[in-house]
Structures are given as C-alpha cells and as structure tokens.
C-alpha cells in the first residue's frame, strides 16, 4: 500500500504562554456593567427615533433580525431597516453577560413600540468591543407576542 503524503501534522497542544495578548487584562465585573449601560442606553434613546438612537452602536457587520423578514446584514442595511420602522420604541434589559476577555457580550429583555403597529415582546442582543473601545451592536432580535 501506498504511503500518503505527510500532512502538517497535528497542530499539538495550545500554549497559553505563546498566546498574542489582545490587550490589558479585563475585569469581567466592569465589562458586563459596562454592556448593560451600553444597552439601557440604546433603549432609553429610541425616543429620539431609532436610526439615530442606534447610528453609533451598530458594528459594521451588524445583523438585525426582524419577524417575516430576512436579516438585514449591515450598517447600510441597518439603518435602513429602522427608518423604516415608526413608533416609539422602548427595551429594558432583564439580565445579560459576559465574555472574561471582555470583547463579547449578551443582553435579554422586553421591549415595546407604540404607535399605529403596536407591539411588545423579548429581544435578545450581542455586543461586541475591540480593547479600550466602546461596545457595538453585533446582533439584534426581536422576538414580537403573538
């Protein structure tokens, strides 16, 4: 029989020591604080209509979301999206966490939009954060009572 060719080899054991640090060590505690400042700010800003609320946290890639839509992939198509949806909207967040590293987060909890649709529900968010950078807006989903 044939001997296959060699291949890399096997990639071996993970040495933390040879690791590239990403940056200054994080506490979890102010990181998973700071992420649910960041989302009860965005959900006490909507008052002033949800484009602007939501223009400085969206991540480039963003996705959001939305019931009998496709998602909308994208700043552009982001902010398209929330032009479009009229109302006021309000989001209070129930509980959340964090990555150790502090670069990755999840917030839970209700919303509301008043107005000529009016709906409530649960969301679920994802944030994330370069080192000594603000959280942004990575993933939103809005999950309506039927």
Do not use: C
Request: aromatic share 6%; no cysteine.
């Amino acid at each position: 029989m044939p001997h296959a060719p060699k291949r890399g080899g096997e990639p071996g054991p993970l040495d933390p020591a040879k690791l590239e640090k990403t940056g200054p060590p994080v506490d979890p505690k102010e990181a998973e604080g700071a992420l649910l400042d960041a989302d009860r700010a965005l959900g006490e800003a909507t008052g002033k209509g949800l484009e602007e609320a939501y223009k400085s946290v969206l991540a480039e890639d963003v996705r959001l979301l939305r019931q009998g839509h496709a998602p909308f992939v994208g700043r552009a198509a982001a902010a398209l999206r929330l032009t479009e949806e009229k109302g006021t909207f309000s989001s209070k967040p129930i509980g959340g966490g964090s990555a150790k590293a502090g670069d990755l987060g999840y917030v839970y909890g209700s919303y509301e939009r008043k107005g000529d649709k009016p709906e409530s529900g649960t969301y679920m968010r994802v944030w994330k954060r370069q080192p000594g950078q603000d959280w942004k807006l990575a993933l939103e989903v809005l999950n309506p009572r039927g």
